[in-house]
Structure formats: C-alpha cells, structure tokens
C-alpha cells in the first residue's frame, strides 16, 4: 500500500503526471513534495529567476506572462489543474507565472526533483512524454489562431475553458449546461487571441443572442449549447 499523505487526498492525481505512477514513484515525489496555496494575483515564479521549484496544479487557474520589449506583459499560456508548473533542468526561469485565481499547488524543490527523475527512469520518460503533447496542443492552438475568424477564435477558446472547466470550477449536471467562472478579463482574453477587446464583447454578444451561451453575472459563463459552441468554432 502506499504509504503517503500529500497523496492521498489528491484532487488531481487521476490527471497529473502521478497518474500514471506506481507507488513506490509515487511515495519518492511524496518525500518531497509540499502543499502551497497562492492567492489571485500572487507570483509563483518571476521570469530571469532562478528556476528553483517544479510543481503540480492541484486547482485554480495560473497565467504565463511574457515582457515584451516596449514593456507590455503578454500572456502566452494558461496553466489548469494537474499541469506542471516550472521546468525540470532549467536554470532560470523564462516566464512569470502568477495566479489568475486562488489555488493550491504541490511544489517539489527543483533539484530534488530531477534528482527523483534520475533515480526514476520511467517517470523521467512519462514527464518527457507529456510535455511533447502539451507543445503540440500549443502549435495546435497557434495554428488554429492564426487560421481563423474572430468568430471561431471566441468559440474555440470558450471550448477549450469549457473542457478543462471540470478541475477548476465547473457547475452543472451530466449533459447538461455547464457553467463556470471565466479567470481572465476581456481584455486578456482579447491578448491571448490577438483580438481587440470590442470584437471579444461582441463575438461574446452574439453567442449570447444566439442562445449559445448565458452570462449570469460577474465572471460566470454558461454553456448552454455545446453542440453549437463547437460548430461555431470549427466552422464560424
């Protein structure tokens, strides 16, 4: 039996690297693994420092941000539960990484880490294996942006906040509507697609009208039509 309590009580470990662990990889990661909670707004990593921690998302929403020369803050990636935060063998870090949302990490001292990864061939493997997949989710999504109408960029990205809803929030009943809380602001979302923040409202406006989405308030989103949602975004 595994011997662990970080473990034991993982609202993320079905989906994380862990998952796919045996025990006794995973009662290495527990020794030295440790539950952190930021708040929103919070930094968890500078960009330019140095890389001293790797982590799994247990909750909530990170964003990473990139400066650009005039100054500007871009963000070039969101960060969802049972993601890995930081990068194994990496000096220094490239991003600054900051809360979107309140939420909880496991945070694992980054030499400690790789030292683990050493002793756990498999595991090492298994990690090299999910980052090739999340580089090709982000060509994917490159792709796809720069491809497409605004009306399926909105689409798309509500999608994909839709699929990944279930570990960050999600409301609703199986098969019917799903509701969640969007972490970012207009104009992020504006950023992230390359969109001015008007054409985001009134893309927003028309699914809204089209009764594809509800807005309840605040933040909150709804999908209350998926089916259309993903015609809209393969096909605006």
């Given at each position: 039996?595994?011997?662990?309590?970080?473990?034991?009580d993982?609202?993320?470990?079905?989906?994380?690297?862990?998952?796919?662990?045996?025990?006794n990889?995973?009662?290495?990661?527990?020794?030295?693994?440790?539950?952190?909670?930021v708040?929103r707004?919070e930094?968890?990593?500078?960009?330019?420092?140095?890389?001293i921690i790797?982590?799994?998302l247990?909750?909530?929403?990170?964003?990473?941000?990139?400066?650009t020369?005039d100054?500007r803050?871009?963000?070039v990636?969101?960060?969802?539960?049972a993601?890995?935060?930081?990068?194994?063998?990496?000096?220094?870090?490239?991003?600054?990484?900051?809360?979107?949302?309140?939420?909880?990490?496991?945070?694992?001292p980054?030499a400690?880490?790789?030292?683990?990864?050493?002793?756990?061939v498999?595991?090492e493997?298994?990690?090299?294996?999910?980052?090739?997949?999340?580089?090709?989710?982000a060509?994917?999504?490159?792709?796809?942006?720069?491809r497409?109408s605004?009306?399926e960029?909105v689409?798309?990205f509500l999608?994909?906040?839709?699929?990944?809803?279930?570990?960050?929030?999600?409301?609703?009943?199986?098969?019917?509507?799903v509701?969640f809380?969007?972490?970012l602001s207009?104009?992020q979302?504006?950023?992230?697609?390359?969109l001015t923040?008007?054409?985001?409202s009134r893309?927003?406006?028309?699914?809204?009208?089209?009764?594809?989405?509800r807005?309840?308030?605040g933040?909150?989103?709804?999908?209350?039509?998926p089916g259309?949602?993903?015609?809209?975004?393969?096909?605006?």
């Open positions: 039996m595994l011997s662990t309590t970080i473990c034991a993982c609202a993320v470990r079905d989906e994380a690297l862990c998952s796919s662990l045996t025990n990889e995973l009662a290495a990661l527990n020794t030295i693994g440790r539950k952190h909670s708040k707004g930094t968890v990593i500078w960009a330019g420092d140095d890389s790797c982590a799994n247990l909750s909530g929403v990170l964003k990473l941000v990139a400066s020369q100054g803050e871009q963000i990636g969101l960060l969802y539960a993601d890995l935060v930081g990068q194994p063998y990496a000096g220094r870090a490239d991003f600054t990484i900051t809360a979107l949302t309140d939420s909880e990490l496991c945070i694992f980054r400690a880490f790789e030292r683990v990864l050493t002793d756990h498999r595991m493997r298994l990690l090299l294996q999910r980052t090739l997949a999340a580089l090709n989710v060509r994917a999504r490159m792709l796809t942006l720069a497409t605004a009306a960029k689409a798309g999608m994909d906040m839709a699929s990944r809803a279930a570990l960050t929030g999600c409301r609703g009943t199986a098969g019917g509507p509701t809380d969007l972490p207009r104009g979302i504006a950023d992230i697609l390359g923040i008007e054409t985001v893309q927003m406006t028309n699914l809204k009208s089209a009764g594809i989405i807005l309840p308030g933040r909150a989103i709804t999908i209350a039509d259309a949602l993903e015609t809209r975004a393969v096909a605006a």
